[in-house]
């Protein structure tokens, strides 16, 4: 029997599901010391990390046997996955913090923001905003706000109306692709079978969890 490394890759490229990769570099506003970030950076958010602009490829999720050993390892956290990634795709040179953006699967999200912020930014990729409020001066009911518009940046623009005030708290919730970061240094490489590059394991974490 001969391996065939490419007939590998069309399998999972045909199986797959799509994911957006982007590269993830430390901030500059780390400080060489600690390594803490600025919680009021504009760029990183208080991440400590800066991120690409996505590149699109496809990946395989791993069979429950996979998960159940990364499970048994004893790290497993809720919301962990565990992808398999051929050596065609540009995901394959992911690395430690890296993002990926699952764009077959999505999940409701709420947060709060402060209107006029630096940091006023949807760091995700959003697929629908469905409501905006914010509390009256009596803090004894809510104001509904409008639906804004996201820029491909993540900031956010009220064109129709219904804008928070500047200073204004305020809750956005909606729907978003789920997001994860590479976890640790478990990009597993596979033993070379004659010289051909073998599909990559990887371990996903949701993103939420980043920083914690």
């Known amino acids: 029997m001969i391996f065939s490394s490419s007939a590998f890759n069309r399998f999972l490229g045909a199986i797959g599901q799509q ?8 901030c500059p506003c780390c400080d060489p010391h600690s390594g803490a970030a600025k919680p009021s950076c504009p760029l990183c958010s208080g991440k400590g990390r800066q991120w690409l602009d996505g590149v699109e490829g496809v990946a395989g ?3 429950a046997k996979v998960q159940r050993e990364w499970t048994q390892f004893g790290a ?5 996955v565990v992808i398999t990634v051929g050596s065609d795709q540009p995901l394959a040179a992911i690395g430690q913090f890296d993002r ?3 764009l077959n699967a999505f999940m409701r999200f709420s947060l709060v923001l402060t209107h006029g912020s630096p940091t006023e930014r949807l760091r995700f990729s959003v697929t629908k905003i469905d409501r905006v409020f914010w509390l ?5 009911s809510t104001v509904p706000g409008g639906i ?11 064109s129709d109306g219904g804008e928070p005030t500047t200073g204004a708290q305020y809750t956005i919730s909606g729907w978003k692709n789920i997001d994860y970061f590479c976890y640790g240094d478990y990009p597993a ?3 070379e079978q004659s010289g051909l590059p073998l599909p990559r394991r990887v371990v ?3 993103f939420d969890l980043f920083s914690r």
Request: no cysteine; glycine share 10%; hydrophobic share 30%.
């Open 136 to 140: 009256n001066d009596g803090e004894t």
């Open 76 to 80: 497993y956290e809720s919301g962990d």
């Open 100 to 102: 990926v953006t699952a």
């Open 19 to 26: 994911y957006d990769w982007r590269q993830s570099f430390a």
């Open 61 to 63: 999720m791993a069979g």
């Open 204 to 206: 996903l974490r949701d």
């Open 189 to 191: 490489n596979r033993n």
């Open 148 to 158: 804004p518009s996201v820029s491909a940046n993540g900031s956010l623009s009220w």
